[in-house]
């Protein structure tokens, strides 16, 4: 009975009815199989639930290397093999839990859905960076965040910018300049206050050495927070129509004649919410593997520490944006491809990094915004670099492909970058 | 031997404004009538023939433009050289004989884009718009001065943007005083965003060196500028496939640009033929690289006669000689009011260098066996970054005026001065380990 419903696209009252009616039938009478069609019904709205949740999207194929590393960690302890197949435990994982939090915001309507996505956008980042920073592996938190900035910067939108060039080669592609103007300025605040603890320490003119720069981390923290409030508050309330989420960008635009877009929910309110307590324990559950094998890994194949958590984990936990950052350039949606990407990194920028730095203290771990020079460095001239490229308002796929190029270049930096303050310098110091 | 005919004969090919094959034809019409029916021509009529074009040849590349004043200087350095090996003197007069080949090297490449279309003419002018620069640095890298050859790019680059920018945008405002110019944002705009990408991509070497958190102290950073100067070559590849074929329109080598207008002064037609230019472009190839050899060699005397540091000459004077010609043409059109070509000139020159000029010499030196890299030291990267910051800033309205070209020139003198002042702590010959 179950295959009836699959596949098919219903609003969520007409699919429990249609269930209810289904079962019914074949049930004899009412009252006597209530009890059993009442378990039936859960039983195939869990079935079909898990149908559309966990086997319509090919990237889960990926989902079996979750707990296959788990099983290599439990019995081999081969800290390499257990890093690689975390990864591509965690990246189907990521995606679905964009998905979810997609699918609820169908039913929470466009102010409290933004917040759902600005919070939820970047769970996966959040999630790793907080079992990291347990473990006091700061450098870590540091390095995975900014790397999570740099890969949306360069990479992902590197990466838009260039298949939409491709696939659109004869015109060039415009997006809404006044929104990306106000983003990338958004993010050079956001980098400016993340500047003035490195530069202070950089100077050597703190009063009070190693404990200054901590206690502006930690004010500044307070203050991005506060400002991030704001931003959301800005952005929710006055200017409804600038920021949608993505699914409902799809629905709302009556002209658009897609209907290949999700215009409605595939799975129910509570489906959804269960779906995303659900994801969000699975992936916490795998990141604690990941970070306890991070100095593993990178012992057995001798990457350093710092390209590890600087260019891999972000790959990892930006996969579903990167993917639909390019499926958006691709149908000549490019403003929804920026928003996808710079409004990430924002959200890492004055959220994500301060609310670790807020959580750290809580934890009393000394994370602070001092990330080291060449890492500061290396943020301040990309912010820099895009917010001058994003100026102009249009895109081809050679401005994809420099982009692309400097990531390759930053990567390549990475490769070969020792981190001066060593890894465990964060373990110590618990 | 019937040189007035020649005389006439070539003026009254430039008056006539015909297509270039069209000129082409004429000129070897003109020339077929005066000779004999081919079955009785015999070897003197074609020695004769062939001393008059080269003669013809000579005077309108060598003789006609009056920068070729400074054409003996060339051999008269050479001469110093070996008569008195003073090293100052023939710096300084190696110097002004390179300017006019520079410029006539430059005009050979305009000439021969007549002939090969706008495509490779673009492709010409991209590869050998820079041919002396090219030449002097890879005279330096055999030397194994390396931080010469850092700093004369870097210094190209710095001049470009700030010194032959200003002086276009000085000029053309003095002129054009009654009106503010314009030019086409877009263009420059979207030229600045490459020229930041490309500085960008030369950088990082640089501040993995200064925040000394490499690797292999000393070796990672070769590693990184290689492997970065391959990506910026394929991005310098991809950069003129992309404006040769998607957006010929914004591409457009100068001479080209010319012919579209209506001034029917500018030179429409080439002047000498296919053959000749490419013969011209060997030998003044030719020419001013065995200048440059004696150029490099007398650097070093050179500053410790003149008293001037090593860098201030690397990063301003011989900059000054690379872009000679650039500078004058750039200046020229800015008071034609064609400020786009100026433009183009200008950041399309500084473009050319960070991405294809450095990274090749970085490759040249990794084929030479020679640890050239893209660790320019921390004052120079500084220096450029905010130079390619500020002046990408500025473009951004569009509109120039004889007050930012000033600031521009103001900006250069002050760096200029800091140069002067600047000593190169890492040593000028290769392989000791700076700081």
Same mark, same amino acid.
Request: net charge negative; with cysteine; glycine share 8%.
């Given at each position: 009975?179950?295959?009836?419903?699959?596949?098919?696209?219903?609003?969520?009252?007409?699919?429990?009815?249609?269930?209810?009616?289904?079962?019914?039938?074949?049930?004899? /009478?009412?009252?006597?199989?209530?009890?059993?069609?009442?378990?039936?019904?859960?039983?195939?709205?869990?079935?079909?639930?898990?149908?559309?949740?966990?086997?319509?999207?090919?990237?889960?194929?990926?989902?079996?290397?979750?707990?296959?590393?788990?099983?290599?960690?439990?019995?081999?302890?081969?800290?390499?093999?257990?890093?690689?197949?975390?990864?591509?435990?965690?990246?189907?994982?990521?995606?679905?839990?964009?998905?979810?939090?997609?699918?609820?915001?169908?039913?929470?309507?466009?102010?409290?859905?933004?917040?759902?996505?600005?919070?939820?956008?970047?769970?996966?980042?959040?999630?790793?960076?907080?079992?990291?920073?347990?473990?006091?592996?700061?450098?870590?938190?540091?390095?995975?965040?900014?790397?999570?900035?740099?890969?949306?910067?360069?990479?992902?939108?590197?990466?838009?910018?260039?298949?939409?060039?491709?696939?659109?080669?004869?015109?060039?592609?415009?997006?809404?300049?006044?929104?990306?103007?106000?983003?990338?300025? $958004?993010?050079?605040?956001?980098?400016?206050?993340?500047?003035?603890?490195?530069?202070?320490?950089?100077?050597? =003119?703190?009063?009070?050495?190693?404990? /200054?720069?901590?206690?502006?981390?930690?004010?500044?923290?307070?203050?991005?927070?506060?400002?991030?409030?704001?931003?959301?508050?800005?952005?929710?309330?006055?200017?409804?129509?600038?920021?949608?989420?993505?699914?409902?960008?799809?629905?709302?635009?009556?002209?658009?004649?897609?209907?290949?877009?999700?215009?409605?929910?595939?799975?129910?309110?509570?489906?959804?919410?269960?779906?995303?307590?659900?994801?969000?324990?699975?992936?916490?559950?795998?990141?604690? #593997?990941?970070?306890?094998?991070?100095?593993?890994?990178?012992?057995?194949?001798?990457?350093?520490?710092?390209?590890?958590?600087?260019?891999?984990?972000?790959?990892?936990?930006?996969?579903?944006?990167?993917?639909?950052?390019? &499926?958006?350039?691709?149908?000549?949606?490019?403003?929804?491809?920026?928003?996808?990407?710079?409004?990430?990194?924002?959200?890492?920028?004055?959220?994500?990094?301060?609310?670790?730095?807020?959580?750290?203290?809580?934890?009393?771990?000394?994370?602070? $915004?001092?990330?080291?020079?060449?890492?500061?460095?290396?943020?301040?001239?990309?912010?820099?670099?895009?917010?001058?490229?994003?100026?102009?308002?249009?895109?081809?796929?050679?401005?994809?492909?420099?982009?692309?190029?400097?990531?390759?270049?930053?990567?390549?930096?990475?490769?070969?970058?020792?981190?001066?303050? /060593?890894?465990?310098?964060?373990?110590?110091?618990? | 031997?019937?040189?007035?005919?020649?005389?006439?004969?070539?003026?009254?090919?430039?008056?006539?404004?015909?297509?270039?094959?069209?000129?082409?034809?004429?000129?070897?019409?003109?020339?077929?009538?005066?000779?004999?029916?081919?079955?009785? @021509?015999?070897?003197?009529?074609?020695?004769?023939?062939?001393?008059?074009?080269?003669?013809?040849?000579?005077?309108?590349?060598? %003789?006609?433009?009056?920068?070729?004043?400074?054409?003996?200087?060339?051999?008269?350095?050479?001469?110093?050289?070996?008569?008195?090996?003073?090293?100052?003197?023939?710096?300084?007069?190696?110097?002004?004989?390179?300017?006019?080949?520079?410029?006539?090297?430059?005009?050979?490449?305009?000439?021969?884009?007549?002939?090969?279309?706008?495509?490779?003419?673009?492709?010409?002018?991209?590869?050998?718009?820079?041919?002396?620069? &090219?030449?002097?640095?890879?005279?330096?890298?055999?030397?194994?001065?390396?931080?010469?050859?850092?700093?004369?790019?870097?210094?190209?680059?710095?001049?470009?943007?700030?010194?032959?920018?200003?002086?276009?945008?000085? =000029?053309?405002?003095?002129?054009?005083?009654?009106?503010?110019?314009?030019?086409?944002?877009?263009?420059?705009?979207?030229?600045?965003?490459?020229?930041?990408?490309?500085? @960008?991509?030369?950088?990082?070497?640089?501040?993995?060196?200064?925040?000394?958190?490499?690797?292999?102290?000393?070796?990672?950073?070769?590693? %990184?500028?290689?492997?970065?100067?391959?990506?910026?070559?394929?991005?310098?590849?991809?950069?003129?496939?992309?404006?040769?074929?998607?957006?010929?329109?914004?591409?457009?080598?100068?001479?080209?640009?010319?012919?579209?207008?209506?001034?029917?002064?500018?030179?429409?037609?080439?002047?000498?033929?296919?053959?000749?230019?490419?013969?011209?472009?060997?030998?003044?190839?030719?020419?001013?690289?065995?200048?440059?050899?004696?150029?490099?060699?007398?650097?070093?005397?050179?500053?410790?006669?003149?008293?001037?540091?090593?860098?201030?000459?690397?990063?301003?004077?011989?900059?000054?000689?690379?872009?000679?010609?650039?500078?004058?043409?750039?200046?020229?059109?800015?008071?034609?009011?064609?400020?786009?070509? =100026?433009?183009?000139?200008?950041?399309?020159?500084?473009?050319?260098?960070?991405?294809?000029?450095?990274?090749?010499?970085?490759?040249?030196?990794?084929?030479?066996?020679?640890?050239?890299?893209?660790?320019?030291?921390?004052?120079?990267?500084? =220096?450029?970054?905010?130079?390619?910051?500020?002046?990408?800033?500025?473009?951004?309205?569009?509109?120039?005026? #004889?007050?930012?070209?000033?600031? %521009?020139?103001?900006?250069?003198?002050?760096?200029?001065?800091?140069?002067?002042?600047?000593?190169?702590?890492?040593?000028?010959?290769?392989?000791?380990?700076?700081?």
């Amino acid at each position: 009975m179950e295959s009836i419903d699959n596949g098919s696209i219903l609003s969520p009252e007409t699919e429990a009815q249609k269930s209810q009616s289904i079962q019914a039938p074949g049930e004899g /009478s009412f009252s006597g199989g209530l009890q059993a069609s009442g378990d039936k019904m859960w039983r195939n709205v869990v079935y079909r639930s898990i149908r559309t949740v966990v086997f319509s999207n090919k990237l889960n194929m990926l989902m079996p290397f979750g707990p296959l590393a788990i099983f290599v960690h439990i019995f081999t302890g081969h800290n390499g093999w257990v890093f690689f197949l975390t990864l591509l435990g965690i990246t189907p994982l990521a995606e679905r839990l964009g998905y979810a939090t997609e699918q609820l915001a169908f039913y929470t309507g466009p102010t409290v859905g933004g917040l759902l996505n600005a919070t939820f956008g970047n769970a996966t980042e959040l999630i790793i960076s907080i079992y990291a920073l347990k473990h006091g592996m700061l450098r870590v938190v540091q390095q995975s965040l900014l790397g999570s900035i740099l890969s949306n910067m360069l990479l992902v939108l590197g990466c838009a910018f260039f298949s939409g060039g491709l696939v659109f080669q004869e015109k060039e592609q415009v997006f809404n300049k006044a929104t990306a103007v106000v983003n990338s300025g $958004l993010l050079l605040m956001a980098v400016m206050g993340l500047l003035f603890p490195a530069v202070l320490h950089y100077t050597h =003119t703190e009063v009070h050495f190693g404990k /200054s720069e901590l206690a502006l981390s930690r004010f500044s923290s307070c203050i991005m927070l506060l400002a991030y409030a704001t931003y959301l508050f800005f952005q929710l309330k006055s200017q409804k129509n600038l920021y949608v989420p993505l699914n409902e960008e799809g629905s709302q635009n009556e002209e658009n004649s897609d209907v290949d877009d999700d215009e409605s929910p595939e799975i129910s309110k509570w489906e959804s919410i269960v779906w995303l307590s659900i994801m969000t324990a699975w992936i916490s559950f795998l990141s604690e #593997y990941l970070v306890n094998a991070i100095e593993g890994a990178s012992k057995t194949w001798k990457i350093p520490i710092s390209f590890i958590s600087v260019i891999l984990l972000p790959i990892v936990g930006n996969a579903a944006e990167h993917a639909s950052a390019i &499926m958006f350039a691709m149908k000549d949606k490019l403003d929804i491809s920026l928003g996808v990407a710079i409004g990430s990194s924002t959200q890492i920028s004055m959220f994500g990094i301060p609310f670790c730095v807020v959580i750290g203290w809580i934890m009393g771990r000394p994370m602070d $915004l001092n990330f080291q020079l060449f890492e500061t460095a290396t943020l301040f001239i990309t912010v820099l670099v895009v917010a001058f490229l994003l100026q102009d308002g249009t895109s081809n796929y050679f401005k994809g492909l420099m982009l692309i190029l400097c990531y390759l270049i930053v990567a390549a930096s990475f490769f070969v970058h020792v981190d001066p303050s /060593s890894a465990d310098e964060g373990e110590l110091k618990t | 031997m019937g040189s007035t005919g020649e005389m006439i004969d070539l003026e009254s090919d430039e008056e006539i404004p015909f297509s270039s094959s069209a000129a082409t034809n004429k000129v070897a019409a003109f020339e077929m009538n005066h000779l004999p029916p081919r079955s009785v @021509m015999p070897n003197a009529w074609i020695a004769r023939h062939i001393v008059i074009r080269a003669v013809r040849s000579i005077y309108i590349v060598l %003789l006609k433009a009056k920068i070729n004043i400074l054409l003996p200087f060339g051999p008269l350095a050479i001469l110093l050289h070996y008569v008195t090996g003073k090293h100052g003197w023939v710096f300084f007069f190696s110097l002004l004989g390179i300017i006019p080949l520079a410029e006539r090297l430059g005009y050979a490449t305009e000439q021969l884009a007549f002939y090969t279309g706008p495509t490779v003419g673009g492709l010409l002018n991209a590869t050998f718009g820079n041919a002396t620069e &090219m030449i002097i640095s890879i005279y330096a890298l055999k030397n194994g001065m390396i931080r010469v050859v850092q700093q004369s790019l870097l210094g190209s680059i710095l001049s470009n943007m700030l010194l032959v920018l200003g002086c276009a945008f000085f =000029t053309g405002g003095i002129i054009h005083y009654e009106k503010v110019q314009e030019f086409n944002k877009s263009a420059a705009v979207v030229n600045s965003g490459l020229l930041l990408m490309a500085v @960008m991509g030369i950088l990082f070497p640089a501040v993995l060196h200064f925040t000394h958190t490499e690797v292999h102290f000393g070796k990672s950073e070769l590693a %990184l500028s290689r492997f970065s100067s391959c990506i910026m070559l394929v991005a310098y590849a991809s950069y003129l496939f992309f404006q040769l074929r998607s957006h010929r329109s914004l591409y457009n080598p100068i001479d080209e640009e010319g012919g579209n207008g209506v001034d029917s002064d500018e030179e429409e037609i080439p002047e000498i033929t296919h053959w000749e230019a490419i013969g011209w472009l060997f030998v003044l190839t030719v020419w001013v690289s065995v200048l440059s050899g004696y150029l490099v060699d007398a650097i070093q005397g050179a500053s410790d006669s003149f008293n001037m540091p090593v860098a201030f000459i690397s990063v301003i004077l011989l900059p000054i000689v690379g872009n000679a010609a650039e500078h004058a043409s750039a200046i020229m059109f800015a008071m034609k009011d064609k400020l786009d070509i =100026t433009l183009g000139v200008a950041i399309g020159s500084s473009t050319q260098i960070s991405m294809f000029v450095i990274p090749f010499c970085v490759v040249v030196g990794w084929i030479m066996g020679v640890k050239m890299d893209l660790n320019f030291q921390l004052f120079e990267t500084a =220096t450029l970054f905010i130079t390619v910051l500020v002046v990408a800033f500025m473009l951004q309205e569009g509109t120039a005026n #004889y007050f930012k070209g000033l600031m %521009l020139i103001l900006c250069y003198l002050i760096v200029a001065a800091s140069f002067f002042v600047h000593v190169d702590r890492s040593n000028g010959n290769t392989l000791l380990p700076d700081t």
